[in-house]
């Protein structure tokens, strides 16, 4: 008992400061000076957490301010700057997709087919993408066929359960439940 | 010829043997099978003891259903994402398969967990069995590499920051890393060299890991049950019954499985952008990303050096013969504290906003 004790404090001890402690900082290789990938990352920031756009808001300041803003039409980027500050994150998306010649939010309802791979091939650990798609959740509620998946996985699993019975050790005996005493060292 | 022999053995009187153990006998004449009679202790029935076993049962599950997935997935990466989308959307049953891979995947690091931490509870890894603790431990570090690049693979904003994070760690080891680096083939995307590490090169150390595990099982014998101190009078079982045992828990495992997979399939996430950082990990390893939100990039490295060193170390500096956990209490409690720790990491990661690192 008290070496449970001991063990306890030990664990509380060790997680403690970490409990306190403040998150390390940013340290990779700093933001990007090109206002497309800037205005990349922005729309990447709306998609991904649509109820915080102040990182996006952010992005696309920088994109306004950076060095180099080839391949990007400013206009539409101040109009998405105006409409994520009213908090229209959709209107904001969609300035900042026609903003670098993106089709508006359309990826995710049509997505490119597997043989439509655009030209310039990615090498390395280049994304290969260039804009952010909607995520696909997970759950959408049931589907056709999912009852019988369900029952039958059911089925399964009552099937297992009755075998596993079944096939008990006689005994029951051995069981690691701390019963019986220890073996002789 | 076999005619004839049906007949003698009718005109003798005898009676046959049913046609089950005919067809048994045939296939053990030419495979051997019945080698797998041996006999084992009772306790490897129970589920604790069964846990490798039914870890090898998910391996099968993933094997199968991947080998499902690999027909439609696109490694290239720009079609990966949405050959995913495709698989669930597209593809009959596809988002069904899918979803049993992925459950298959978070089972099998559970009870891979669970049996790593049986073996250490009962002492299983003394000797005769260090050699076999390793095998075991270098089969946990290829499932942890297998949800890893599993999670890259759907190449999503949550994969691609992982792989990000895996490519900083290389930077860190300098030439130790040089796998994980984009220059090591400047012409093949990465991406596609985690593909094949995820359907061959991992699965196949791990097939072939299986069978020496297996193989130094039956050389040592089922590790016995501190909990039972008369051993040897303790009742003998053939390994089939262990077998078939493990069978009926891989059933059970299958159907919570399939109904996983029905009720909670998973998504896929935004086609990935370079330069944020806005997801979280898989929980597999928040305990490490804890220790990157504390120490920085480094603290990954740290983090699973050290549980690993200590893994290995285990059964060189625990050497005392005594198996039950009472007469360990410096390796229990020692357990329990590493235990926790992982435990608690977990659970701050879980409660705090993903952090810009990279």
């Not at chain 1, 908090?87 to 990826?107: C, N, T, V, W, Y």
């Not at chain 2, 009772?42 to 589920?47: F, G, R, V």
């Not at chain 2, 997979?261 to 935004?270: D, I, K, N, R, W």
């Amino acid at each position: 008992m008290r070496r449970a004790r001991i063990g306890l404090a030990l664990v509380l001890a060790l997680a403690a400061p970490l409990a306190l402690a403040t998150p390390a900082g940013a340290h990779g290789a700093g933001e990007s000076k090109k206002a497309v990938e800037l205005v990349q990352q922005a729309i990447a920031l709306i998609v991904n957490k649509p109820g915080d756009l102040a990182a996006a808001e952010e992005k696309v300041n920088d994109a306004l301010k950076a060095p180099d803003k080839a391949g990007v039409d400013l206009p539409s980027v101040e109009q998405a700057k105006t409409a994520l500050e009213s908090r229209d994150a959709h209107r904001g998306r969609a300035l900042l997709e026609r903003a670098i010649g993106a089709k508006p939010h359309l990826s995710s309802v049509e997505p490119l087919a597997i043989r439509e791979i655009p030209a310039e091939r990615a090498t390395g650990a280049e994304p290969g993408t260039k804009v952010a798609t909607d995520p696909l959740p997970g759950r959408r509620g049931l589907e056709t066929g999912d009852g019988a998946l369900l029952l039958e996985s059911l089925a399964v699993g009552v099937i297992g359960m009755g075998l596993a019975v079944r096939f008990r050790p006689t005994r029951g005996a051995g069981a690691p439940s701390g019963r019986g005493a220890p073996e002789e060292a | 010829m076999a005619r004839t022999t049906e007949v003698e053995h009718r005109d003798a009187g005898a009676a046959r043997p049913p046609w089950r153990r005919r067809a048994l006998d045939v296939i053990d004449d030419r495979l051997g099978i019945n080698a797998l009679q041996y006999p084992v202790p009772e306790h490897a029935n129970n589920l604790a003891w069964s846990l490798g076993g039914v870890t090898a049962t998910t391996l099968v599950v993933l094997i199968v259903t991947g080998v499902f997935l690999t027909q439609y997935y696109n490694p290239a990466p720009e079609a990966a994402n949405d050959s995913v989308r495709f698989i669930v959307k597209n593809v009959t049953g596809g988002r069904f398969v899918r979803g049993v891979h992925f459950w298959a995947a978070q089972a099998m690091y559970v009870l891979a967990a669970l049996h790593l931490i049986r073996v250490f509870f009962t002492g299983s890894y003394k000797k005769p069995r260090e050699a076999n603790w390793l095998v075991g431990v270098t089969m946990f570090a290829l499932v942890i590499g297998a949800l890893f690049t599993g999670t890259v693979l759907k190449w999503d904003q949550e994969g691609f920051e992982a792989l990000s994070h895996n490519l900083e760690i290389a930077r860190l080891l300098g030439g130790l890393g040089f796998w994980f680096t984009a220059n090591l083939s400047k012409n093949v995307p990465i991406l596609v060299r985690l593909y094949v590490a995820h359907v061959a090169i991992i699965p196949g150390l791990i097939l072939g890991l299986l069978a020496v595990h297996a193989m130094l099982v039956k050389r040592h014998g089922i590790s016995p049950s501190p909990a039972i101190p008369d051993a040897p009078s303790e009742p003998r079982e053939p390994f089939t019954h262990h077998l078939r045992r493990v069978g009926a828990f891989g059933l059970v495992l299958l159907g919570v499985l399939g109904v996983l997979a029905v009720l909670f399939p998973p998504g896929v996430g935004p086609t990935p952008v370079e330069g944020i950082e806005v997801t979280k990990p898989p929980w597999i390893f928040w305990w490490l990303f804890t220790l990157e939100n504390q120490i920085g990039l480094k603290g990954i490295l740290w983090g699973a050096g050290v549980l690993f060193a200590l893994l290995i170390a285990l059964p060189f500096v625990d050497r005392s013969p005594g198996r039950h956990w009472r007469k360990r209490p410096i390796a229990i409690v020692a357990g329990a504290v590493v235990l926790v720790t992982l435990i608690v990491f977990t659970i701050l990661e879980a409660v705090v906003t993903p952090a810009q690192h990279l």
